[in-house]
């Protein structure tokens, strides 16, 4: 089974209502970008923590510790207007790319609170990306 399939099983599984095979329902939300090649929208489940600063969400770009970006996150960098699916409702949102000393200080409380990232971050060269969606 592919990446693609994987993404489309949670998806469905994570539409219907119900427990998400093998993953935490209350810590994931569908993220929707408009391809940047395609311009259709494209949905992917991602791992998300709250972010106390603006109120909304951060999502971590580590691609299960893939050696490039995901593509998700090349989409947002080409256009930041997303949609987000949480359990309890729908939304638009703006996507922040955090750079620089801000990205410092934010991977620190990433790390603290999901510790799996820090060990991602070892197997790779790329600096793992986070983008802060706050809503529209």
């Known amino acids: 089974m592919d990446m693609a399939d994987i993404n489309q099983r949670v998806i469905e599984q994570y539409r219907a209502g119900g427990e998400v095979t093998g ?4 810590r994931l939300v569908l993220l929707t970008t408009t391809g940047r090649v395609t311009g259709e929208p494209r949905t992917t489940p991602v791992f998300f923590l709250p972010d106390g600063e603006s109120g909304g969400i951060l999502v971590v ?9 995901p593509d998700w996150y090349l989409n947002i960098e080409a ?3 997303v949609r987000v699916e949480a359990p309890e409702e729908a939304y638009e949102a703006t996507a922040e790319i955090i750079e620089g000393e801000e990205h410092d ?28 969606l706050v809503r529209a």
Do not use: C, L, T, Y
């Open 61 to 69: 770009a580590s691609a299960n510790a893939a050696p490039d970006d």
């Open 79 to 81: 256009e930041p207007h």
């Open 105 to 132: 200080q934010v991977w620190s409380s990433v790390v603290d609170r999901a510790g799996f990232f820090a060990e991602h971050q070892a197997k790779i060269e790329r600096e793992i990306p986070i983008v802060r």
């Open 23 to 26: 993953m935490h329902r209350d």
